[in-house]
């Protein structure tokens, strides 16, 4: 499923440089989280499951309060590229 020419392509969507000893590595490493997430697959919840208060439930969630923010122009003051009070990054989708 997975193989170097793979990680070459994920590698170059995430600008990233990766050598050939290292995408080896990663085609076994990345390979062992797949399998490890193919695991999840077999797992059975009933409806009926208690689960004893883990998880989030929205009693247990804190207050959304609204504060002050960062000011704009202090945090865009490096920036590159910038159009209307945001960042211009380039695309990368192809």
Same mark, same amino acid.
């Given at each position: 499923?997975?193989?170097? %020419?793979?990680?070459?392509?994920?590698?170059?969507?995430? #600008?990233?440089? @990766?050598?050939? @000893?290292?995408? *080896?590595?990663?085609?076994?490493?990345?390979?062992?989280?797949?399998?490890?997430?193919?695991?999840?697959?077999? !797992?059975?919840?009933? *409806?009926?499951?208690?689960?004893?208060? *883990?998880? @989030? $439930?929205?009693?247990?969630?804190?207050?959304?309060?609204?504060?002050? $923010?960062?000011?704009? *122009?202090?945090?865009?003051?490096?920036?590159?590229?910038? #159009? %209307?009070?945001?960042? !211009? @990054?380039?695309?990368?989708?192809?």
């Amino acid at each position: 499923m997975l193989d170097t %020419d793979l990680i070459t392509y994920l590698a170059k969507l995430s #600008k990233l440089q @990766v050598n050939e @000893v290292d995408k *080896e590595k990663l085609v076994s490493e990345m390979s062992a989280i797949v399998e490890l997430m193919d695991t999840m697959n077999d !797992v059975v919840m009933d *409806e009926d499951t208690d689960l004893k208060g *883990e998880g @989030v $439930s929205p009693q247990n969630l804190r207050e959304d309060i609204s504060r002050d $923010s960062f000011d704009r *122009e202090q945090l865009q003051k490096n920036a590159a590229h910038k #159009k %209307d009070g945001f960042f !211009v @990054v380039p695309k990368i989708m192809e």
